[in-house]
């Protein structure tokens, strides 16, 4: 069975290539910000706005800072938001929609009600206002960015929990004995793995997004640390004379987006592709 | 009709809980609206918070909050002396409205005709063409569109101005960042569900009693198959509500977007709080909207509901 999804994602150029990117930008966050001799604080004033050249890769920002280095390190913090989010809203999202599709009926209603009606509020809306009530930080981001981002989770998890309760195994798990927890931990979550992970795959572009998106209006982790999105805040201003502030850091949001976009959908379509109809 | 009236309920109760939750965060922020660098004089901040009912306890608070809504009054500016809510809707929503209605026009006309176009030229040039502005259009944000719109189209080019809200010749540019998104969105939607459609019997017999293909498409395979765009339009509205905060600010465009991020700027918790609830209620309102007349035109919506289909 796994043997037969990882065949058809390998048949799946777009999603395989999409896997490469994504391994290639992970490590350069990793490594980049280290592969000169500058730090992403370090200003030369005397250097401000150059364009890019063999000692500044990518050029530099407005305060004689290299751009290069800041690129990575952006990215290293706009991927840890979207890792980060899209982890904590698996375990939440999982955990919620287990419980409320296994335990059904009033509890069940009750739940999926409160999800339905914040599901139905635009999320970058309660995400601008969660944001305004932390410190501006990594942390906050991730904090505000879950709390939205597992409501998606939750409902598909409770709609594959709803079908795999009347299996058998469930039933046999059940006349061995075992207690709700453990049904739901040992054997219904191992279950809907699959369709968590496409949901997972897919909230990390959405978190990513999102927080260049809120970044980008000023509400994100603010300075020294620069995220991509605070990096095309700022590349905006200068786009008249020196458009590469602006180049480098939204081609590779747009980059990781894309990456991430195309390995949810080639897990999607591997997996199962009736689910999500 | 009793669909009708559970609908409305629901979303009353969507409303309400948007309403408390708003009220409750901006109050929960560290910190009142007064405090600011230059300590002011104990008199003054008694004054301030006896002016703006900030002494009251918290339930009568939200309770004359709730009162001022009902009554259509969304409060009053904390940084803008003398400015309501209101007013801002009033200056902002038009443009916006205007804005966003074109965006979400073009996007829906574009959407279904390149979708339709991929369906039919299926695995063929056209068909990736369509599909590579479809990634293209979700992985590229907003506001990296308009920066690169402005660059190339606005200071290279100078085919269009670069800002402002003059004249149509400055929607087009922010027509475009708005729409790409829901445009690419709707072209997969259709794409998948005309591929779907034209499979089905009917058409088969529509093409088997003669017609041409042109007329089986417009008139038998496309009012089905664009039925999942309606259900798309709530989404496709929020996202252009909430693309326009960036898109009017980069652009300039005195809309009510605009409004917003200045007022998160500014820490103008009432305002945000008001077009918090505005926004809200506007987008539930497009979202039953659409459910009732999604329910007028695919009548198998009323004989299964959601939950059973």
Redesign the interface.
Known sequence: MKNEIWMRFKGNKGACISLILIIILLLMALIGPYLNSWRYSDQVLPNANKPPSAEYWFGTDALGRDLFTRVWHGARISLLIGLATGFISAVVGAIYGSISGYAGGKIDGVMMKLVE??Y???F???V???S??MEPGVKAMIVALSAVCWLGTARVVRGQVLKLREEEFVLAARLLGAGRTRIIFRHIIPNVSGPLLVMTALII?EAI?AE??LS????GASAPVASLGYL?KD??QG??SY?WQ?FFP?AF???M??GF??VSDGLRDALDPKIYK | MRYLVNKLGSAA??LL??IT??FF??H??PGGPFDSAKKLPDSIMQNLNARYNLDDPLWRQYLAYLKNIAKGDLGVSIKYEGKTVNQIIREGFPVSALLGGIAITAAVFSGVLLGVVAALNRNRWLDYLVSLFV??G????S??LS??L??FIA?KLMWLPPAFWEGPESAVLPVLALAWLPAATIARLVRSSMIEVLSQDYIKTARAKGLVMKTVVVRHALPNSILPVLTYLGPAA?LI??GS??VE??FTIPGLGKWF?MS??N?DYTV?MGL?VF??AL??LM?TLVDIAYTLLDPRIRIFPAEER
């Open positions: 009606i914040f139905s509020i635009p970058l809306l309660y601008i206002l969660l305004l009530l572009p997004f260049a998106f980008f209006l000023g509400l095309i590349g905006m786009i008249r458009p602006l939204a949001v747009s980059l987006m894309l976009h195309l | 109760i969507t809980v948007i939750l708003t965060l901006m929960a922020i990634t293209g979700t992985s590229i944000p506001f990296v920066g690169l402005i660059y200071i929020a509500l909430t905060f960036v600010s980069i991020v998160v700027f820490r945000i918090t926004y809200g987008l539930i979202n």
